[in-house]
């Protein structure tokens, strides 16, 4: 048995704690049949377990497997063992959530009885495939969430540690939902009317197959990412060449969809290119705000990025690249081609074009607060500083302006409409380069030659 | 067996190791010391391939940390200054989960176990929870994980931090049996005291430096340290010592002489009696205790 799973099989299965979960499932399942009366309540109880236990609580101890190592000082230990990083992931992922496991599977079997029963074994079994893919796509990602986020070495708050369980909880309503659409019965979204097909890159595709190749997709995206930062967690390094092939994925999966954005009023005009670029763009810039923010900002690192390109180690530079610079160069690129391909297709869209110029400034200031927040000496929580800034600068100042009866300000801001047309864009990117200034001028003033 | 050239190690505000170079020979016991935020722990965790330097070369046991980092973790045994147990484990599991995820077989995993156990003296305590055993305890069992499978290299941050006289002694008696048995340790701490009994070679870091460039040797079973301390003063003491064969005077004053000179003991008795003939009035001659203290002093003195 792997080294770290039969750890935690020592810690988490106790004889106590097996009794105790057995016990208070039954008295649970004996409550709900005596209250409710009928087999329905009982299958009902069990689902509602079965998420409490395995995706909620999972996700969490999931999230707390790594951190909790560091917290309580034995990561180093394990970083110094012969285990692969492979054996490490599965240890850990599975290890930390087994007994959630050993609850859920308990769940699960009264779940499949009712299944099985009145749907028969097909139904009871593509359930179970379900069930089982909710609780390792929730646990994998945040597991995921916090494997990105301990290498920043200071996030081992509850704050932090519900972060990456709420991480793991939204993947697990996807799941959920993804579900819901091509489940036979519509059992898990009630009175919702499943079309049979879904349009991607113009064909029609059969919407269960589909959804269910992109469900493993993903989780298989999911367990490599974990599987990736572990290889850093052992510091082994892993190269770019991985985070661009999930962009280069995720921008063409998501560009697919461009027949969602055919009715839509603000982009009314644009030929399915500019919408699946837009699309793509819009990917990596959510990519490069949610990496921003769960990466390391390191100045050391910052500087020795620097040192290379300068030395001329280009191929060191770009091996050194953190995944949401990758999605920002990749954001700033799609929108550039966005913005030529509309101008040449429709050159009398000027307004949009301008509004797509100053999104992709407002892009670059917003990840540069967060290198500037981190960047400042004592700023241990920058990046929840900076989030208060975008809160700041994308919600409360609007509201104020708005109140003032001054809209003109709006632009700067975010993207808004100006007279004249360039103003936004210029604004936009000006306050881009203004910042970039603070963060770059903050990563050289850091620096101190010798120690304190 | 470790070798480090030109490392550069930098922390956001602060370079903490600048330019550091140094050699561990193998099956030596060398003491890292220096004064609190020196750099030892940051130096130690480069050894360890923990850090990765912003520049220059670590080398262990011919392995560049920075290629190799998994071969070199499956061979060196790192004890950090602050370390956690799994307080629910017993002493057994603990040490079993340590063999095993070094990557010890089946079969090789429960005489480890016995023969670490044994080691740090926990043979009777095997099925206690770690989190039942004392403070010296638990750091023997903390031992006992980092040995566990037989390193090559050994490293230990402040080691005896908090133990009793006792479970020093006995500490220093594990160390120096490991060193015996073919590991190189290394050994940092402040507390000077607590390395006398058993290191044989210093690096002393200062400010993120090698104090006098390399490390020097503190202890030679051949030629001893000693403190000779006269009555009266004599200002041709140094003249004295310096013009016989085999002394090698390190420090001397009017009353107080610190040399190196063979171990032999005719030519010590020899040494007394040639110093009371010439009018010296001994009142005190014998090996220093304090080898590496001085050394220390005399170190960071010339910086």
Request: aromatic share 10%; proline share 3%; glycine share 8%.
């Amino acid at each position: 048995m792997n080294a770290e799973f039969q750890r935690n099989v020592w810690i988490e299965l106790t004889p106590r704690r097996l009794i105790l979960m057995v016990v208070l499932l039954t008295l649970a399942f004996f409550a709900s049949a005596i209250a409710g009366g009928s087999e329905y309540d009982l299958a009902s109880t069990a689902r509602l377990l079965f998420y409490a236990i395995v995706v909620v609580w999972g996700s969490r101890n999931a999230a707390l497997a790594v951190v909790g190592e560091i917290r309580d000082r034995t990561w180093d230990m394990q970083l110094l063992s012969s285990i692969t990083p492979g054996a490490m992931t599965w240890g850990k992922l599975f290890g930390s959530t087994v007994y959630n496991w050993f609850g859920g599977a308990i769940c699960l079997a009264v779940l499949e009885v009712q299944r099985a029963t009145h749907g028969g074994i097909a139904t009871a079994l593509i359930d179970l495939v379900y069930f089982v893919a909710v609780g390792v796509i929730s646990q994998a990602a945040a597991f995921l969430a916090s494997l990105i986020a301990v290498r920043r070495r200071q996030s081992h708050s509850r704050l932090d540690i519900f972060v990456y369980q709420t991480i793991g909880l939204v993947a697990g309503v996807a799941v959920y939902t993804i579900w819901g659409l091509v489940d036979p019965a519509n059992a898990l979204l009630l009175h919702k009317t499943a079309d049979d097909a879904v349009i991607w890159w113009g064909r029609a595709i059969d919407r269960r197959g589909f959804l269910l190749l992109s469900l493993a997709i993903f989780t298989a995206w999911t367990l490599l990412g974990c599987y990736r930062e572990m290889r850093l967690e052992l510091k082994m390094k892993n190269g770019t060449l991985v985070w661009l092939l999930w962009l280069v994925f995720i921008g063409i999966y998501v560009a697919g969809f461009d027949v969602w954005l055919s009715t839509d009023k603000t982009v009314a005009g644009w030929d399915a290119g500019s919408l699946r670029l837009a699309l793509a763009g819009a990917t990596f810039t959510v990519l490069t705000y949610l990496m921003v923010f769960l990466e390391p900002k390191d100045r050391v690192h910052f500087r020795w990025l620097g040192s290379q390109i300068s030395s001329g180690r280009v191929g060191a530079f770009l091996g050194g690249l953190q995944a949401w610079m990758m999605s920002y160069i990749a954001a700033i690129v799609c929108t550039g081609v966005l913005l030529y391909w509309l101008h040449q297709s429709r050159p009398d869209l000027v307004d949009q074009l301008a509004l797509i110029g100053a999104a992709s400034g407002f892009l670059t200031r917003d990840v540069l607060i967060f290198v500037f927040m981190r960047s400042l000496p004592g700023r241990r929580r920058g990046d929840f500083a900076a989030l208060g800034i975008l809160f700041a600068l994308y919600v409360l100042a609007p509201a104020i302006i708005n109140g003032l009866g001054l809209q003109n300000l709006l632009m700067l801001f975010y993207p808004y409409p100006t007279s004249p047309v360039w103003m936004g864009p210029v604004v936009a990117w000006a306050e881009g380069i203004a910042m970039a200034t603070l963060a770059f001028g903050q990563i050289a003033l850091s620096r101190k030659p010798t120690t304190a | 067996m470790i070798e480090v050239t030109d490392l550069v190690y930098e922390y956001p505000t602060v370079r903490a190791l600048n330019g550091v170079s140094l050699r561990v020979a193998p099956q030596t016991i060398t003491a890292l010391v220096g004064p609190n935020g020196a750099g030892k722990t940051t130096l130690l965790r480069c050894l360890a391939a923990l850090d990765m330097p912003y520049s220059g070369q670590v080398t262990v046991d011919g392995l560049d940390t920075a290629v190799s980092p998994r071969e070199i973790h499956a061979r060196l045994g790192y004890l950090p200054d602050f370390y956690g147990l799994y307080d629910e484990l017993s002493v057994r599991r603990c040490l079993t989960y340590a063999a095993r995820a070094h990557g010890l077989t089946a079969d090789k995993v429960a005489a480890a176990v016995d023969t670490a156990a044994a080691r740090v003296g926990l043979s009777d305590r095997l099925e206690t929870p770690a989190g039942e055993l004392s403070r010296g305890l638990r750091q023997r069992l903390a031992i006992g994980q980092t040995i566990v499978h037989e390193p090559r290299v050994l490293l230990l941050d402040e080691p005896a931090a908090g133990l009793d006289p006792q479970a020093r002694r006995d500490l220093s008696a594990l160390l120096v049996s490991l060193k015996d048995a073919g590991m190189t340790l290394v050994v940092s701490s402040h507390i000077l005291a607590e390395l006398e009994d058993y290191c044989s070679e210093m690096i002393i870091i200062e400010g993120g430096r090698i104090a006098g460039g390399k490390a020097v040797k503190v202890r030679d079973v051949e030629r001893p340290r000693y403190i000779l301390e006269i009555a009266t003063a004599r200002s041709d003491l140094r003249d004295f010592l310096s013009a016989r064969a085999g002394i090698d005077v390190i420090e001397v004053d009017e009353h107080h002489a610190l040399f190196t000179f063979t171990r032999n003991p005719q030519q010590r008795s020899k040494l007394i009696r040639d110093l009371v003939t010439a009018g010296f009035e001994v009142s005190s001659f014998g090996e220093s205790t304090r080898a590496l203290e001085d050394t220390y002093f005399a170190q960071v003195g010339k910086q």
